[in-house]
Each structure stands twice: as C-alpha cells, then as structure tokens.
C-alpha cells in the first residue's frame, strides 16, 4: 500500500528565504507525482506534475525535483513571500489516476 | 472555464442522519473522484468515476456511503446514517481521464460537522 509522508508538518520562515518541502513515499512504481496548495477554506490546486521519467519540473519561484528510486521528491520555493502562505501537499499517482497524499506541510511566511 | 462546482458549502446535522453533497465536474471531463479530507490529513480517495461507471470505491464504507454520477456528469455522495467521525471536508475533483499528465481539478469542498 502506498503512503505519503511529508516532513516538516509546519514551517514558518522571513519573506524573502528560499525553502524545501519534502515527499517521501514508499512503492516507487508511480506514473507522477503532484504538488498542489490549500488555502484555507478552499479546494486544491495543482502546482506542479513530474511524470516519473522526469527529474524536475519548474514553474516561476517554484522547482520540484523527483528521485524515484528513493521514494523522494522536494519542492523549492525560491524568494518567499506572504503570499505563499498555504498548505503544501504532494501527492502520488499509481497509474489509477487516483491520488494518495501526504498530510501537508502548513507553510507561513512572515513579513 | 468554469471550475467544479459544489454545494452545499458547510452542513452540520446530528449523529444518525442523512446529508447529500452535490458536484459538477468540468465540462467534458470523464473522470469524477471524491476525497474526504479530516482536519490535519491529506485527502484520501472515496469513490472515482469514470463516465458513470465506477472505477475504484475500495476506501468507501459502503455500509453508510453511497455515490452516483448519473449520465456521466454530475454526482451526489450520500451519508446514512451519518456518525461524528465522519465530520470532515468533502472533496470533488475531476479531470480529462487520459494521458500520464492527468491534472486534477478540485471544487471548494463542503465541510461537514456531525455533532
């Protein structure tokens, strides 16, 4: 059974750090792995896909890496700002297409 | 483009009884799934549609849980009788269903409070 672990589970950095989130999961036979943000009181929304023959993916501040073989990938958000405040959740794909999360990471970047 | 759409936004109801939440997925997407997401976890899968046919309902407690998506479009997901450690938010994604870059697109949510 897969499982998804993101560490740390909170965070709180000055604006203007850059930082790393972690994913780890545990069968490495997955078609991609999600990054997606929470804001309170709403739904998800998808940040980032690496399929599984990718090592990276970047979209402006934000750079996600993959390790497969290791059950790894980090996100990096470069230049924080207030804004990025969010819940951060990586989730895998098995080839259901379905997802399974990790529990998130609570980010608050401080003026 | 609009995004998926989901109603009611909040419920509260008493242990034992029943509550329905709504989705309408993207137009044209194929796919329909629906998360429960507790308070301090990820999202875990319900039930995934494809058309209207089910593809996966293995993490549904079917004793008390029920699903449909009637003509392929919209879905309602049903609790009866519904118990306090079902008091979460409700999820409702859908996507285009094909290719290894299937993004998902996930509505608002209803948060359920079961006192």
């Known amino acids: 059974k897969q499982e998804v672990t993101q560490i740390p589970a909170a965070l709180s950095v000055p604006e203007g750090e850059n930082l790393v989130l972690n994913c780890s999961f545990t069968?490495?036979?997955?078609?991609?792995l999600q990054w997606f943000r929470q804001d309170p009181g709403k739904g998800l929304t998808s940040l980032l896909l690496?399929?599984?023959?990718?090592r990276e993916q970047t979209s402006g501040r934000l750079n996600a890496s993959l390790d497969k073989s290791s059950g790894r990938s980090t996100l990096y958000i470069a230049a924080s700002q207030p804004g990025d405040s969010a819940t951060y959740l990586c989730?895998?794909?098995?080839?259901?297409?379905?997802?399974?999360f990790g529990s998130g990471t609570r980010l608050q970047v401080q003026p | 483009e609009a995004g998926v759409a989901q109603s009611p936004r909040y419920k509260i109801i008493e242990k034992r009884q029943s509550v329905a939440f709504w989705c309408n997925p993207i137009?044209?997407?194929?796919?329909l799934y629906w998360y429960q997401q507790i308070l301090g976890q990820g999202p875990k899968l319900l039930i995934q549609?494809?058309?209207?046919?089910?593809?996966?309902d293995s993490q549904l407690p079917k004793d008390r849980f029920s699903a449909e998506r009637l003509k392929g479009v919209d879905s309602t997901l049903k609790i009866q009788p519904a118990k306090l450690e079902d008091s979460a938010v409700y999820l409702c994604?859908?996507?285009?269903?094909?290719?290894?870059?299937?993004?998902?697109?996930f509505g608002p949510g209803t948060r359920l409070t079961v006192l």
């Open positions: 989730a895998v794909d098995t080839g259901r297409r379905a997802l399974t």
């Open positions: 549609f494809q058309n209207n046919g089910v593809v996966d």
């Open positions: 137009s044209g997407h194929a796919t």
């Open positions: 069968d490495s036979a997955i078609y991609n």
């Open positions: 994604a859908s996507s285009l269903g094909r290719g290894r870059t299937d993004t998902q697109y």
């Open positions: 690496i399929q599984s023959s990718q």
